[in-house]
């Protein structure tokens, strides 16, 4: 009996940890993990939406937590209310400016360019160190100036 009422608490305490990965200090950021996902007005799904993401994989930051809510802004400044277990706390970055930029394969200007990538481009954010970030998009990886990517500050 003792140990049919352990594994119940460690199933419980297991289900509560992906909603509180969410939990925590504002700002942070994450990620849209839906296929569609809808901003709202307000903290509620009777809030009008204001807009549908259609994008997984894009970093969102979030800056207040309500509940089950979350006030996101995303990469272009907009501000709306998202379902909360539809994002991901996985990091993300989107490639910013308005040309392309080199993908290195080291943490350096002068390391050799792999691949050139556009704005818009958006990919999971690795490790940052002095400027530099890792950064993949599908099975290509490297090193991109962290002053190119939205998402990759400390916050």
Sequence with gaps: MALRFLL?????LGAAFPASAQDRDVPYWATIRATELNMRVGPS???????VYRRP???????RVMEGWRL???PS????????????????AIVTGDEATALRDGPAGDAAIKWRVEPGVVG????????????SIGNRSGWIAQSRL???DAE
């Design 8 to 12: 119940v608490c460690f199933l419980l």
């Design 45 to 51: 799904a009777d809030y009008k939406i204001a807009w």
């Design 57 to 63: 994989g894009l970093p969102v930051k979030v800056v």
């Design 72 to 74: 996101i802004q995303d």
């Design 77 to 92: 400044g907009t501000k709306g209310w998202v379902v909360a277990r539809l994002l991901s706390p996985d990091r993300g």
């Design 124 to 135: 999971v954010l690795g490790d940052c160190e002095e400027g530099w970030c890792e950064f």
């Design 150 to 152: 939205w998402g990759a």
